[in-house]
């Protein structure tokens, strides 16, 4: 069977399989039921989600399913991925469901579970409730299957933390950001929070319908963000995705700032602070080559890992690093959260403009990002790549071309039916002709019938 979870949960188009409401209601009796086998006394989970149509009928078939296995289950409501793994571990519940399809557009949706560490759970429970669904696990009916609506209590407890704990000791009266919610589940809380350490605060897309969400806004597209920030002479411009667990950022400039940017900047006040454990940096291999170069040039190693925050996290824990992330945004640290959290990433990098006394612009300097390019093409299967003797070739060819001037990258999407060839090297016309050479092999031996870059 074609495996249902991604590196990012269970993701499709809302209303199909796997995320039509017969399935949705097996996702949540196979976990309800797994998480009863081993719990003392009844189980909990507590569940949120993004500002999208389908969250509601989701969740209800979610809490149909497991309340049906004997779990009780609490409604956050609408509420950012990070905050449902911060409750999940604060109220010591059996898991955390998140209802988001991130990036995503509103007509897909998607299913994220977290442990009771906060971590995203365990590839054997996954396995289990796969299993399950293949089964077609038969669900009891069962009257009164609802979930304790606690939203607001909730909701109230994350801000507290974020306000707290992450923000203490930040004065931020002096401080004007921009806040690009993406129309998703950021809308209230972000504002909320950066008022509440005394930003001025200017919002935008705040104003979801169900079907806004990340509609040409938030971390895809940065440019009205850009605009906004000049216009109102904004020190700083946070872009957030659909469910708020990573930012994307632009300077006082203009400028775009990415997630490897944010690495070099947080990784410098870390090693100031002499809290940069190991000196090391954990990023995956989509990362850019100049981080690497960079932070090398600062004694600072790059370690890289698998695209997927949920591998980052690994390798951090494993190395027990201070930090780590992806160029999409997603930032980890886990002295403050287990989790990628696009408001704890704001908050950390406003922190280190403050105890530098400087402006972004000046924090990125010594960065220099390598060209680089993407070309996604869409495969009807994902076949070894060491099976396509054609891609081989042409791989072989570019690497030989590139010398040890660039870096060649070919992967499969984790959640999509993708095949990813990224390049890096000196000059990007090069790097783009032999990124389409790569993809052309690739569309003539798995293509699907349309392909995208």
Not at 373 to 379: A, D, E, K, M
């Amino acid at each position: 069977m074609k495996s249902l979870f991604g590196t990012d949960g269970i993701r499709g188009e809302a209303g199909k399989f796997p995320l039509d409401a017969p399935t949705v209601r097996i996702i949540g009796s196979s976990l309800a039921s797994y998480l009863g086998a081993t719990a003392v006394g009844p189980t909990s989970i507590i569940i949120g989600r993004d500002t999208r149509e389908s969250g509601e009928w989701l969740e209800r078939g979610l809490v149909e399913g497991a309340t049906a296995d004997g779990a009780e289950c609490l409604s956050a409501g609408v509420i950012t991925t990070p905050g449902v793994a911060y409750l999940t571990r604060l109220m010591q519940a059996d898991a955390g469901v998140v209802i988001s399809a991130s990036h995503n557009p509103y007509h897909d949706n998607g299913i994220k579970i977290f442990a009771p560490s906060g971590q995203k759970i365990a590839d054997s429970v996954e396995q289990h409730i796969e299993t399950d669904i293949v089964a077609k696990k038969e669900v009891p009916t069962v009257t009164d299957q609802v979930a304790v609506q606690s939203g607001e209590k909730l909701r109230a407890h994350y801000l507290e933390f974020l306000r707290n704990e992450i923000g203490i000791g930040l004065d931020l009266n002096s401080f004007k950001v921009v806040l690009d919610c993406a129309n998703g589940a950021s809308w209230e809380l972000a504002p909320a929070l950066f008022e509440s350490l005394g930003a001025q605060v200017v919002a935008i897309n705040v104003a979801p319908d169900g079907r806004n969400i990340n509609l040409n806004c938030g971390s895809l597209h940065i440019e009205s963000l850009q605009e906004t920030v000049i216009a109102e002479k904004a020190d700083l411009g946070v872009a957030f995705d659909g469910d708020a667990d990573r930012a994307l950022f632009v300077d006082e400039t203009g400028t775009f700032i990415d997630g490897d940017a944010t690495l070099w900047v947080l990784a410098n006040q870390l090693r100031e602070r002499k809290r940069l454990r190991g000196n090391i940096v954990v990023a995956t291999v989509m990362s850019n080559i100049g981080l690497e170069i960079a932070l090398r040039s600062h004694g600072i190693e790059l370690v890289r890992a698998d695209v997927g925050d949920k591998y980052v996290l690994e390798e951090l824990l494993k190395r027990e690093g201070s930090l780590g992330g992806e160029q999409s945004g997603h930032i980890i640290m886990p002295d403050l959260s287990l989790a990628g959290d696009g408001m704890i990433t704001a908050l950390s990098l406003i922190r280190a403009m403050i105890d530098f006394g400087q402006p972004l612009s000046r924090l990125t300097s010594g960065f220099q990002r390598y060209p680089q390019v993407l070309v996604n093409i869409r495969v009807r299967e994902k076949l070894p790549f060491d099976d396509l003797p054609a891609v081989q070739n042409a791989v072989a060819e570019v690497e030989e071309r590139l010398s040890s001037n660039g870096r060649l990258l070919l992967r499969y999407s984790g959640t999509e039916a993708l095949a990813r060839v990224m390049i890096e090297g000196v000059n990007q016309t090069e790097i783009e002709t032999y990124a389409q050479e790569i993809a052309r092999e690739i569309q003539r031996e798995i293509g699907a019938e349309s392909s995208g870059s």
